[in-house]
């Protein structure tokens, strides 16, 4: 809520005032005038100082990568809920999960990279 500040106001006269009369929202126009250089800008934020420019975009277009993860370990894979009691029930549930995820990878990869040939 930075751009939104409570000033306190006179009720009749709606100006703002030092008495205790009314608190009313309104914009804070200093802050937003010095926040709108950046509209229209998208920034990354790092701690990787190493990295080129270049690197840093790439690996944040990639982060759909993770998220599509999560998402298919949720609902495709059925990750959990899980029924399971035993440690070693539970064990094996997540490692069976784990390796279809890894088959699963494995052949989005391979068939990006593959060239399908049509008869």
Known sequence: MRLIQNV???T???AHTNESVSI???LNFEQLDKEIIYDGWFCI???ELDYTSQMIREIYHNLWNIEQTFRVTKTDLMFRPIFHFK????LGH???CYVALVVLRYFQYYL???T???L
């Open 8 to 10: 306190i106001v006179d």
């Open 45 to 47: 934020i790092t701690s």
């Open 94 to 96: 997540f490692s069976i």
């Open 116 to 118: 399908l040939i049509y």
């Open 112 to 114: 990006k990279n593959i």
């Open 12 to 14: 009749d006269t709606n």
């Open 24 to 26: 009313k929202s309104e």
């Open 87 to 90: 440690k070693e029930h539970i």
